[in-house]
Structures are given as structure tokens and as C-alpha cells.
């Protein structure tokens, strides 16, 4: 079991919308707390000892209990099941971190996060060991920030935070200063955390946002439609597509902008090609080149204003239309 460390991680979930499911792995020291932050919550927990679940502390929370050591053994979940995982120090004991961190993965949604810790082997209580000769982490893998992002990045999250857990040398000790004074460098006072503790995302806060608002297969055909006008394939009858899934879905133009700055490569011809097929959706189109400008690159920003412009003439045309008849 991983050797517990204060329980902070669920500083990440402050003014996080309530969680559908939760797994902890081994860290069941969380339990009641999550209980109690969010009791309509399903919560899992997973430990290599099952005798760990009898505690008193985790009776009575109506949590689904699964004795497992979750580094040999796969996860028995569906695939995209929970809205987080929490487990500290999960990857000190595994062979192949890597392996570990992209399994938890497949087990969050598109909008999950997992939620962990690691020891960081630059603390000073770790290189104080080192020169007095001992090393008490043989069975155990100690990382270096830099390291360890790189090693979520490489699990396929894609957006990594990390906040430090400090621990100072005992009044009288100069460690730290003696470290420095021989070339250690202290960034982030990283000489002093003994711990850091990580939120790995596997989407982008803006990308989470917008997997949120729809289902999966909605999105798909958001983003097939997409592709299919930004490649002008099929462009009228894919722009007409797209506009009849606008109106069936209440799509709005912020959510559409920045879905096409997402999952769209060419945005100015994209937005050209959809110009040419939006009889009847003037003012939609423009209010979505209004919210596209303000993400709007460099090498964008004057085409598409020059778009915004043609937007402008086909509203007023539309509108004027519209009055006549």
C-alpha cells in the first residue's frame, strides 16, 4: 500500500462540478472526506489489501469495495467510467510507470483527471541520505518534477498541474544552503518539497469544457462535418449538414468558434467555405466569426476579419430580405 502522505489532493476538486464517479486506489484515507463533499457521488476503491476496507473510518460510505493490486492486475471498469482517480505515490511501486499512468487513463472520461502524488527525489532529506551513504528507496522509484511531466504527457494527458508539499530542514541544519553552495539549483524551491502533488487531465480545460456540453457521438458528427467544409468535400450538402445540426442541437457560437479553433487545422478557409453555404444562417455565421477573432492568430486575424466584413453584407441582406417580404 502506498505510504500515506497528508491528504491534499482534493484541493484540485475545489469548485469542480460534483463528480458522477470517483475511484481511489489505495489512498482510502480520502473516503470520508469525498463522502462528505459529495454524497450522491458512486465512489470505488481498489487496494491490494482487502483487510485495509474493514477500517472503521470507511464504514458506512456506501462505497464499492475491489481487493486488487492494481499493478499486476488490470482494473476490473468500463472504459471511460469516472470522472476522477485519485491514488498517491501510485507510481513509486510500478516496473513501468508509464504502463501504470495510460492504463488510469483508459479508465477516465473524456473530461477526467487523474489525481496523484510523487516523492521528489531532490528533496534535501533525500541527498542528505546519499552523502551520509544511504539510500532507503531501493524497492521504490523516486522522479524529478521534469521527469514525471514528461512522463503524464507521454500517458496521454495533456494538460499537467502540479503544486508542492514542503518540508524544511530542522532549525540549525544548513542542508539547503550547502546543496546550492555546490551547484544544486532550488527553482521553485524544489529542494525544499518533499512531495508534489498532480492533476493530469486528459483534455485541455477549454477541450474538457467543450466535451462536456454534448454526448461523444454528437461531437463526432460536429467534427466529421467540420473536416468534411474545412477540405471542401462535399462542401454544400456538409454545410448544410452542419447548420441542420446547429439548429437540432441548440449549438451556440462561442461553443462552435472554439471547437473549430480546436479540431480545425485550416481556419481561414474552413470559415471561407462555410461563407459560401449559409443562406439563411447569416447572423449565426457572424456571430461565430465575431467570437472566432478573439482567438484568432496573427497570420488569421486580417482574413478573417475580411470574412467578418462579407458576414456583415449577407446579414443585412438577409435581414433586408427579410422585410420586404
Request: charged content about 25%.
Amino acid at each position: 500500500m502506498a505510504e500515506a502522505i497528508r491528504p491534499e489532493l482534493l484541493q484540485f476538486l475545489q469548485g469542480e462540478v460534483p463528480p458522477a464517479r470517483v475511484l481511489v486506489i489505495e489512498s482510502l484515507s480520502y473516503l470520508p472526506r469525498l463522502r462528505q463533499m459529495y454524497p450522491e457521488a458512486a465512489l470505488f476503491a481498489v487496494a491490494a489489501d482487502g483487510s485495509a476496507f474493514l477500517d472503521p473510518a470507511c464504514a458506512n460510505l456506501s462505497v464499492v469495495f475491489t481487493e486488487l493490486n492494481y499493478i499486476e492486475e488490470a482494473l476490473p471498469f468500463a472504459h471511460e467510467s469516472f470522472d476522477y482517480i485519485i491514488a498517491d505515490l501510485a507510481l513509486e511501486q510500478a516496473g513501468n510507470p508509464q504502463d501504470i499512468a495510460a492504463g488510469f487513463s483508459l479508465f477516465l472520461k473524456q473530461t477526467g483527471s487523474l489525481l496523484t502524488s510523487f516523492r521528489n527525489i531532490r528533496h534535501w532529506s533525500v541527498l542528505k541520505d546519499l552523502m551520509e551513504g544511504h539510500y532507503y528507496h531501493v524497492v521504490s522509484r523516486l522522479f524529478a518534477r521534469c521527469e514525471f511531466e514528461n512522463l503524464l504527457y507521454a500517458s496521454f494527458y495533456k494538460s499537467v498541474r502540479i503544486i508542492p508539499q514542503t518540508r524544511f530542514a530542522d532549525d540549525g541544519d544548513d542542508v539547503v544552503e550547502r546543496l546550492m553552495a555546490v551547484g544544486f539549483e532550488n527553482g521553485r524551491d524544489d529542494l525544499n518539497t518533499e512531495f508534489w502533488l498532480v492533476r493530469a487531465d486528459r483534455s485541455m480545460p477549454e477541450m474538457s469544457l467543450l466535451k462536456s456540453l454534448y454526448t461523444k457521438g454528437d461531437r463526432a458528427e460536429l467534427s466529421r462535418l467540420l473536416h468534411r467544409i474545412e477540405y471542401a468535400v462535399g462542401e454544400e450538402t456538409a454545410a448544410r449538414d452542419f447548420w441542420a445540426l446547429y439548429r437540432t442541437l441548440g449549438l451556440f457560437p462561442d461553443y462552435v468558434a472554439q471547437f473549430v479553433q480546436e479540431a480545425v487545422y485550416h481556419h481561414v478557409p474552413f470559415y471561407r467555405v462555410l461563407l459560401r453555404h449559409s443562406e439563411g444562417f447569416a447572423s449565426e455565421l457572424l456571430a461565430i466569426l465575431t467570437a472566432a477573432q478573439e482567438d484568432a492568430g496573427e497570420a488569421d486575424r486580417e482574413a478573417l476579419n475580411l470574412l467578418h466584413q462579407e458576414a456583415v453584407l449577407l446579414a443585412e441582406r438577409e435581414i433586408g430580405d427579410g422585410g420586404a417580404q
